[in-house]
């Protein structure tokens, strides 16, 4: 018996795993208290289960709205601005007008530190007691958690492990680069640690009251790597898990992928309050640096791009009478107009007013949908501009299509490949609204909706095993023909591994990876470890970037280590569909909001739904959880896993 549970900005999804089957639920999530709803939605399932994993955007969303724990930042002298200088990149090369991202800590709470290491280790000034001793007496009472950042610490920690045993009797947090980070350049190290130390008091609070309402329930945390660790893990490093809800979703993906043979996914996860695209080109795609909110973040995660366009996501005009949707979102609380409670339009709204999601059923199963209101807040909305409330609900939809679109190209089509060659699979509550407009905008010939598309982000915590990632910088330390100096090396990061996992490493499974670059170049690529590492960089080059120099002698950069603890999978039983007709499945009829005018539309029960059987669009497949749309001129059919594969007629 085994429960997956994620926690995002508008619900909280929970899968419950005893004897091949699956029970599910579908709650509000409690902003203010979110283990508040972790628990609640335990005590819906009939026992105890045997261990919980759970994702959450908890650490996400502190980062989006700079909720974070005040923090120090003690940095080698000469350095105080180096995160409010950063790479000066421009996000926006042709804006006439930007606003700076202010850096997390403002300039008043970095302190110096006189100190030097040199490039290669070497201790060029010495940190002395008296130094430590004035910097402490500066340090402001109100701090919270402290991050230690000096140069070249991943060559030689030795300073800032002085810095820790200096501050160790204080009640603070307290993050060093060395230990967070060990790479080189200064400011993703520096970024991605202070991040980390602004989130640790957020964290450990939230892991604090997960552990006092679990008491001895057994609770991991998914990472942003798609692997699972502790919680007491989560609390020193939680900037490990600021992707941590995401990555269930594409980890299910994958393991639906596989049980299908089908490789080759555009995923598409639209919850209330975002949209998270990911492509899956035969394995899981993971990248080592991110941003998130304009702050540089460097540990392995997933490769996903977040868009802030989901359900709850509010509709506005701006200022050149434009609509707009989102990145503001309704939440949970207050939630769209029709919930009931809340003041702003929202996509479910326009969905709402269309027919798509019709009147009478519930969300979930437990929220009553109040549309009421909604012809009218529409009508006021379209005034402005001289529009219809039809055509200011399917204006608002087709804008969100255009973000959501605009996001899959992304992970896509900059990356050199064509989304016509991929299936796409879209999940989250809304998900399945929004499928058919996008595989048909992006030329994708079919879409897959899995079974348990509401919830699937927590079905695929499920299959998060526990796996930790080990980075060491070895630039001009290592040279690919010096295989002793990389085996000394990997050897030291195995070290930390056996450590971290108190085990063998003949009880874990390893992937050993490197970082290479050409001389002169700024960025590297990975490529595994082995007698050919520096062939499949050449060939890894050429196919990112169109030309090689295998002339040349790459630099080796970083070394990586992948440890996973190896465990059996979770066996989750196909469901057994029914043995009735297409007619028995069906609900009603009404009509529905189309670009195309209002059209008489069948709405099925998708639980009561036979195999193999060809269902015409329009039509509306509808469950506790989420909600299909197939549009005019599509096919659906549910196979014998209970996915709903949709496509154009021919």
């Known amino acids: 018996m085994f429960a997956g549970i994620d926690t995002g900005g508008t619900f909280t999804d929970c899968v419950y795993l005893q004897a091949g089957k699956l029970l599910v639920e579908k709650l509000l999530s409690t902003p203010e208290n979110p283990a508040q709803a972790v628990l609640a ?5 009939p026992s105890q289960p045997q261990a919980l994993i759970h994702g959450t955007t908890v650490a996400t969303n502190a980062l989006l709205e700079r909720k974070l724990a005040r923090t120090a930042l003690l940095v080698s002298a000469g350095f105080k601005d180096i995160l409010q200088i950063g790479r000066q990149n421009r996000p926006e090369l ?34 002395t007691e008296e130094s430590v001793a004035r910097l402490l007496q500066g340090l402001p009472s109100e701090i919270e958690s402290v991050a230690i950042c000096l140069l070249f610490s991943y060559r030689n ?29 200064e400011v993703e190290r520096f970024s991605t640690t202070v991040a980390n130390a602004a989130l640790q008091p957020v964290m450990q609070r939230y892991m604090l009251a997960l552990k006092q309402g679990l008491l001895e329930l057994p609770c991991r945390l998914v990472q942003s790597n798609g692997g699972s660790i502790a919680l007491e893990e989560v609390a020193e490093q939680p900037v490990r898990c600021v992707l941590s809800g995401p990555a269930g979703g594409v980890l299910g993906a994958w393991e639906v992928g596989q049980q299908l043979g089908k490789l080759r996914l555009l995923s598409l996860d639209m919850g209330g309050t975002s949209t998270d695209v990911s492509l899956i080109n035969e394995s899981l795609p993971l990248q080592t640096e991110t941003q998130i909110s304009g702050i540089p973040l460097k540990v392995p995660m ?22 707009r949707v989102g990145p503001e979102s309704a939440g949970a609380d207050p939630g769209p107009l029709c919930y009931g409670k809340g003041q702003d339009l929202t996509v479910t709204d326009a969905q ?59 992970v896509s089509v900059e990356k050199g490949e064509n989304p016509a060659d991929y299936l796409l699979f879209c999940f989250g509550g809304a998900g399945g609204l929004h499928a058919c407009e996008l595989a048909r905008s992006l030329g994708i010939k079919q879409i897959l909706i899995p ?106 950069v970083t070394l990586r280590l992948r440890v996973t603890r190896p465990g059996q999978k979770p066996l989750i039983s196909a469901p057994i569909l029914p043995q009735t007709s297409l007619s028995e499945a069906l609900l009603f009829s009404r009509t529905v909001g189309f670009d ?3 059209l008489e539309t069948a709405f099925y029960q998708r639980a009561a739904l036979p195999a193999e059987t060809l269902i015409q669009g329009p039509a509306v497949i509808l469950e506790e959880t989420s909600t299909s749309l197939v549009l005019p001129g599509f096919e659906a059919w549910l196979d014998g896993w209970g996915h709903l594969w949709i496509q154009e007629q021919a």
């Open 302 to 323: 997933l490769a996903i791009h977040t868009v802030g366009a989901g359900g709850g996501s509010i509709l506005r005009y701006d200022a050149g009478g434009a609509l």
């Open 451 to 556: 079974a348990y598309a509401g919830v699937f982000s927590a079905w695929g915590m499920l299959f998060a095993p526990e796996i930790r990632d080990f980075s060491l910088t070895v630039l001009g330390e290592c040279k690919g023909g010096d295989y002793q100096a990389v085996r000394a090396a990997f050897q030291r990061l195995e070290l930390r591994a056996q450590k971290a996992f108190k085990t063998s490493l003949e009880c874990l499974d390893c992937v050993y990876q490197v970082d290479l670059r050409y001389p002169g170049q700024s960025y590297e690529l990975t490529v595994a470890w082995g007698p050919h590492a520096e062939t499949d960089f050449h060939e890894k080059h050429a196919q990112l970037h169109h030309f090689s120099r295998p002339e040349s002698s790459p630099e080796w």
């Open 352 to 410: 709402v007013f269309l027919g798509r999601i019709p009147e009478g059923i519930q969300l979930g199963g437990n929220l009553s949908l109040k549309p009421q209101g909604l012809e009218r807040a529409f009508t006021e909305l379209g005034k402005a501009i001289g529009l219809t409330a039809e055509k200011v609900a399917l204006g608002a939809l087709a804008v969100a299509n255009a973000r959501m679109e605009r996001a899959l190209r992304v």
């Open 41 to 45: 939605g335990l005590s819906r399932f």
């Open 94 to 127: 042709y804006a006439l007008h930007t606003e700076p991202v202010g850096a997390l800590i403002p300039r008043e709470d970095c302190f110096e530190v006189s100190e030097r290491i040199g490039s290669q280790g070497e201790i060029l000034e010495p940190l």
């Open 157 to 185: 920690p030795e300073h800032e492990e002085m810095l820790l045993r200096a501050l160790q009797n204080r009640s603070w947090s307290i993050s060093l680069s060395s230990q967070i980070l060990p790479e080189y350049r």
């Open 596 to 598: 195309s005018g209002r």
